[in-house]
T-cell receptor
Framework: DADVTQTPRNRITKTGKRIMLECSQTKGHDRMYWYRQDPGLGLRLIYYSFDVKDINKGEISDGYSVSRQAQAKFSLSLESAIPNQTALYFC???????????FGPGTRLLVL | AQKITQTQPGMFVQEKEAVTLDCTYDTSDPSYGLFWYKQPSSGEMIFLIYQGSYDQQNATEGRYSLNFQKARKSANLVISASQLGDSAMYFC?????????????FGTGTRLTVIP
């Protein structure tokens, strides 16, 4: 089984709808991250969390919110989706500042 | 501010040959880490190799090696004996700072195509 899972893997939604992307991990890591990737670009950080009680904004947090329900679960919400939020979304985890980040398989989101 | 630059949008290599993918970085932090990730057409991000700023030797992982030149602020990925399965996007990333978020800053990537 994969260490970092994301659901759904693909999602099509309409402008103005609220959607949630979920991430679960079995690696026992404290740190979790949400990134987005736009075509032809690298990944950009949306939010990150050091533990259940710690949530921090990343480079591009506007229009997004997150929830850290447990050490193993970190959800990303788009309160009112817009077409320029169409992207590939990745969740990642790491065990400490020095450790490698391990990524989930990604969620492809299309906002019409 | 942290910055990663990958100047090669696309590269071609003959199967079984070696290829170097370029990456330069900019940071004022004395402690940082450099990573390479592979993204095949299926979309997942696969960790390849890591180099710490204080590491004395260049990192190696199987056919992957990282040519770390600290004074030039470069961290090039070398893939030896290229295989068809190496065709993918490759991203260089940097984590900067002793503590903190461990946020990664990514370059724009290089698309590698291995020619049979």
């Amino acid at each position: 089984d994969a260490d970092v899972t994301q659901t759904p893997r693909n999602r099509i939604t309409k402008t103005g709808k609220r959607i949630m992307l979920e991430c679960s991990q079995t690696k026992g890591h404290d740190r979790m991250y949400w990134y987005r990737q736009d075509p032809g670009l690298g990944l950009r950080l949306i939010y990150y969390s050091f533990d259940v009680k710690d949530i921090n904004k990343g480079e591009i947090s506007d229009g997004y919110s997150v929830s850290r329900q447990a050490q193993a679960k970190f959800s990303l919400s788009l309160e009112s989706a817009i077409p320029n939020q169409t992207a590939l979304y990745f969740c990642a985890t790491s065990g400490s500042p020095q450790e490698t980040q391990y990524f989930g398989p990604g969620t492809r989101l299309l906002v019409l | 501010a942290q910055k990663i630059t990958q100047t090669q949008p696309g590269m071609f290599v003959q199967e079984k040959e070696a290829v170097t993918l370029d990456c330069t970085y900019d940071t004022s932090d004395p402690s940082y880490g450099l990573f390479w990730y592979k993204q095949p057409s299926s979309g997942e991000m696969i960790f390849l190799i890591y180099q710490g700023s204080y590491d004395q030797q260049n990192a190696t992982e199987g056919r992957y090696s990282l040519n770390f030149q600290k004074a030039r602020k470069s961290a090039n990925l070398v893939i030896s004996a290229s295989q068809l399965g190496d065709s993918a996007m490759y991203f260089c990333a940097m984590r900067a700072g002793e503590t903190g978020a461990n946020n990664l800053f990514f370059g724009t990537g290089t698309r590698l195509t291995v020619i049979p």
